[in-house]
């Protein structure tokens, strides 16, 4: 921070401590000053400001009142429980000086004499009557003749210990406050140091380094100079703090001294004291503090100036634009009808993009919403399970064995060499029954996640009306619920096709059993002669098949059965793959192209869906956040007004110079 401050020499006895240098800085000040009125710094804009921090009876309000020329309350514990945002206000040639106080929302006029009551008064009002303390400020006015133009804060004294009646945690609450005050860079921090104290002992102290570290926004004022002068000299001059801005040494009002007998008298005791003479004019009494907190504040604040302007436009267009995203409230039947129907179709094209022609754009990041993608990797995963569950052939001595098994329960009186079906259709039922959980398990698996995508989709398009989503979600469950149950009812039926018929037209089959009944030669010759190994390669696998040599009169037909087994499930494999594709694509089509708005539309409709009317009611949300930004966005309206006024003096200033 660049913060240049001339030093003044000036003369003591110059009352009233006031220069022409403030004509120029008071437009300023009433700007920030109405600025802080308008309390824009709920708006997170932070104003620059001096804040006063000391240990309690430090002297804070001494100094504040011999700024001001006038009687704060003073006396033992704490007597500012409250943030006393003092404004001193110069009016040349006013004859006597006006005072009034603003807090909670009013003005009370008081005068010199009544200040000090009217203070505590505000206090017990804001803070209750008892040691506690507020965040709420309390604004003190002072027009007076000769006062420099100042905005203040002096805030509660840091205490370690609590008195009698204070909370527990009066600490805490103490040095959230300061802290609160203090932290903002744009804050100036005018620490009161008692002469009588080891600075660097300073609870204030240990507070203004923690959030100015190299104290460069600090300013330190020594009170009580009449009382320690000894070794002042050199305490301000070794700067063991760290105290960027400098010092100023003062001697405040003592007893019932008036406040220009105290300025003659603060004047004599720097002039002719032995030790305190010593210490250079430049750093020494109340009217130098003044001058120096006027080009302080002057400073500061028209660094800030520039960047509250920006804070506010910003703030001012993010704030507009989030009102105008905000839905519109609507105000009859047919604008609610008319937004409903939009939220579907946006529901509707959002769905068909990611469900169906596999567009991505609205939801570039998230991998579940990339819809299309997702269903073929599940139904690989499906097609893999299928595929896995191939005739294998049972391991040593039993290849065969259930053919054997199923051609001798299928005997019957007839003539011999036909191929019982019965025993080709009770070996195909076992495997077809085998293998029905996996077509079930994935359509479950599948429609709980089109669940969670259609719940997403509509939650998002109906997000600016909450009243909707309640009947929205209830409606993708529902949906949800039937389509599965379809699905179910599907599955049933395929497997029980599988299950009682045979039949393809795919020549694949014949071919596939003619290649594997190649091998039914060797396969006999093998039987036929037992020197022979006992082991061959059928349909690519390595089997055992000696055991077979007990069952000639059946092992032929057994073999003839295996193959056209093999062959024919390899169809019904491909068959439950293709099939349960085509159900997925078309089911899907169907719940983006009619289910979907059905299903919402009747949830809507329905007695407990509370009907098209319920999108009139403006959600509670949203009526809060419209008056929010609504109240926001006149207060940083105003305070646009307030620093464009200003920024207009301050150019057609410097033109004229
Ligand atoms: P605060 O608690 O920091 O606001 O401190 P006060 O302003 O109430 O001052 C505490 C006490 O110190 C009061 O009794 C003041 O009269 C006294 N005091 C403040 N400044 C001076 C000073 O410069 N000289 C002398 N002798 N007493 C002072
Ligand atoms: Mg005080």
Redesign the pocket.
Known sequence: MAIVIKELSMDAHDAPIVSSYNDRIRPLLDCVDKLRHLKIAQEGIQLPTIVVV?????????????LAGIS?????G???RVPLIMRLKNVPNLTSPELHLEFNGKVVQTDEAGVADDIVLATDEIAGRGKGISHTPLTLTVKKNGVPDLTMV?LP?ITRVPVHGQPEDIYEQISNIIMEYITPEESIILN?L??NVDFSTCESIRMSQKVDKTGERTLAVV?????APEGLLEKVTADDVGIGLGYVC??????DESYDEARVE?ARLFQSHPLLSKIDKSIVSIPVLAQKLVRIQANIISKCLPEIVRKINDKLSANMADLNRLPQGLSSVSEALTAFMRILSQAKESLRKILIRGEFEEYPEEKEMHCTARMVEMLNVYSGQVQAYRFNFEGNNNFLMDDVMALEEAKEIGLPNFLPRGAFLSILQKRVKGISPLPRDFVEKFWDYIEGILVKVLMHHSDSYPQLQSSMRRAAQNLIAKKKDRSFEWVVEIIGMEMLADYSCNPEYTTTWNKLMEKEEEFMAILNDASKSSRMKIDGVDVEIGHLRYYKDVVKQAFDLRMRLIAYWKIVMMRLVDSMALHILFSIQKLVNKDMEDEVVADLMAPHGGGIERMLEESPVVAEKRHRLTKSLKLLKESKDVVGNIMDRLMMNSDAC
């Not at 704060?72 to 033992?76: A, D, I, K, S």
């Not at 009170?223 to 009382?227: F, G, I, P, S």
């Open positions: 000391g240990d309690q009876s430090s002297g804070k309000s001494s100094v504040l009142e011999s704060l309350p003073r006396g033992q704490i007597c500012t002096d004294g009161v008692s002469a009170t009580k100079a009449d009382r003062v001697r405040n009002r003592i007893g603060e």
